[in-house]
């Protein structure tokens, strides 16, 4: 590996914000490859927006608790671990509320619905992060 490379390993395993960046990348490309195919398969782009969405936020949970908040995540079948998926789950589902009415109304303006998924997405990504890192992930205070 060429010291360029080494840099950016060393700081991405340092940076809790560049490693969900990273994470997200591959969650979004998940998203936006189910909502292209399904709005190609002529579903209704709000629902297409939903659906990929839904996917992407599986694709989140199992990448984002492996690597970007694994020195977070609550030990396996604890009453912890369930309350942050279900805090996951629940911020993934204001995301998707904000990402649904986002693609709506711009459908409803006659926006392309491919732009509007733009803006939801940044929209709901600055919020979905903020939540995770400083709610569901926060540090355990020091003892």
Partial sequence: MDNGAITFANKLRGNVFLRYVVVSVGALATDVGVFLALLELGLFS?????????????????????TVFQDRVSDKGTAARTQQKAMFLASALL????????????AALGIDPRLAKIVAIVISFLLTYALRNMVIFRQAPSV
Avoid: K, Q
């Fill in 95 to 106: 995301g998707l509320l904000m990402t649904v009415a986002i693609v709506g109304t711009g």
């Fill in 46 to 66: 709000m629902a297409a927006s939903a659906i990929g969405y839904s996917v992407g936020i599986l694709t989140h949970w199992f990448l984002s608790s492996r």
